[in-house]
């Protein structure tokens, strides 16, 4: 059973930059979450992807844009990068219904703006 | 006031005693309540779900939930040294599309 990929593993970009990364959810998922971790923080909700569309966002500027595919793969882009944007990007997945569900992560991409 | 609290740590147990992890969330409506474990350098690791008042038992997991408290919990028994980690606790946020999460605890188990 294949579980949450994401790529790449690590990036390293410049000020002003923009920025592409990629998930697949766990098999039989078809919802996509996307969360920042800063060092020592636990993970700030970005946005939520379901049926290709933008269900949900957390409080992150339209610098943060995302998309999903009809496979149910998804990418978060980031323009205009800033240093505090450098941090731990992770892709969940689950099977969303209304209601109570559970996240798998994937393993994450270290972005490093320099 | 943090949506979600927990003890930052770190706190560490003897290898062999009980765990206990605690987390307080702000949002009365909240309904799903779940631990994330998260080594070093990876991603986090969901551990245990739980959705109702009460215990759920999994293994040497217990979560524990008090919803008129606001109060989840998390205990280990019989702590590894391979349970060292950071936990994270995690309530859903708005309309179940979202969670928020605490910052964690950091668990150290001695051997």
């Known amino acids: 059973d294949a579980g949450v990929t994401q790529s790449p593993t690590h990036l390293i970009k410049t000020r002003g930059q923009q920025v592409t990364l990629r998930c697949s959810p766990k098999?039989?998922?078809?919802?996509v979450s996307w969360y920042q971790q800063a060092l020592g923080q636990g993970p700030q909700f970005i946005f939520q992807y379901y049926e290709e569309e933008e269900r949900q966002r957390g409080n992150f500027p339209d610098r943060f844009s995302g998309h999903q595919f009809p496979n149910y793969s998804s990418e978060l882009n980031v323009n205009a990068l800033l240093l505090g944007d450098s941090a731990l990007y992770l892709c969940?997945?689950?099977?969303?219904?209304?209601?109570?569900?559970?996240?798998?992560f994937g393993p994450g991409t270290r972005l490093t703006v320099t | 006031q943090k949506e979600v609290e927990q003890n930052s740590g770190p706190l560490s147990v003897p290898e062999g005693a009980i765990a206990s992890l605690n987390c307080t969330y702000s949002d009365r409506g909240s309904q799903s309540f779940f631990w994330y474990r998260q080594y070093s350098g990876k991603s986090p690791e969901l551990i245990m779900s739980?959705?109702?008042?009460g215990d759920k038992e999994d293994g040497r997991f217990t979560a524990q939930l008090n919803k008129a408290s606001q109060y989840v919990s998390l205990l280990i028994r019989d702590s590894q040294p391979s349970d060292s980690a950071t936990y994270l606790c995690a309530v859903n946020g708005d309309n179940n599309n979202d969670m928020r999460f605490g910052a964690g605890t950091r668990l150290t188990v001695k051997p």
């Open positions: 969940a997945s689950s099977l969303a219904p209304a209601g109570v569900y559970e996240q798998y």
């Open positions: 739980i959705y109702s008042n």
């Open positions: 098999s039989g998922h078809d919802t």
